[in-house]
């Protein structure tokens, strides 16, 4: 089992950033890959960035050399570093923990957070 508390979301205007932080408890949080998602109204899922439990990271095109996904084992907590934001990056952004192939590919599994809203608005 285990428990993902998303934290950081908020308001803020195009062009500038924010600081995603999932935090993790109740497994071994170093064996798992995780991932970043967001859901936009209307829209569908979007995996926006994945870490391998090696640390291995992989994005969508829309956030390429904007976005920063780490994580910090020590302190069982992943990071989304978001830069130049833009109108399109508004949503919920949602933590997993999940897997990882050979080939970087992400796998989600159903361990889920709450969810943390991103607003982008001038």
């Known amino acids: 089992q285990v428990q993902l508390v998303e934290s950081g979301g908020g308001l803020v205007q195009p062009g500038g950033s924010l600081r995603l932080s999932c935090a993790a408890s109740?497994?071994?949080?170093?064996?798992?890959?995780m991932g970043w998602y967001r859901r936009a109204p209307g829209k569908t899922r979007e995996l926006v960035a994945s870490?391998?439990?090696?640390?291995?990271?992989n994005y969508a095109d829309s956030v390429k050399g904007r976005f920063t996904i780490s994580r910090d084992n020590a302190k069982n907590t992943v990071h989304l570093q978001m830069n130049s934001l833009q109108l399109g990056d508004a949503a919920v952004y949602y933590c997993?923990?999940?897997?990882?192939?050979?080939?970087?590919?992400?796998?989600?599994?159903?361990?889920w957070g709450q969810g943390t809203q991103v607003t982008v608005s001038s």
């Open positions: 997993n923990a999940g897997s990882t192939n050979n080939r970087g590919s992400y796998y989600p599994s159903k361990y």
């Open positions: 109740g497994s071994i949080f170093s064996s798992y890959a």
């Open positions: 870490i391998s439990s090696g640390g291995s990271t």
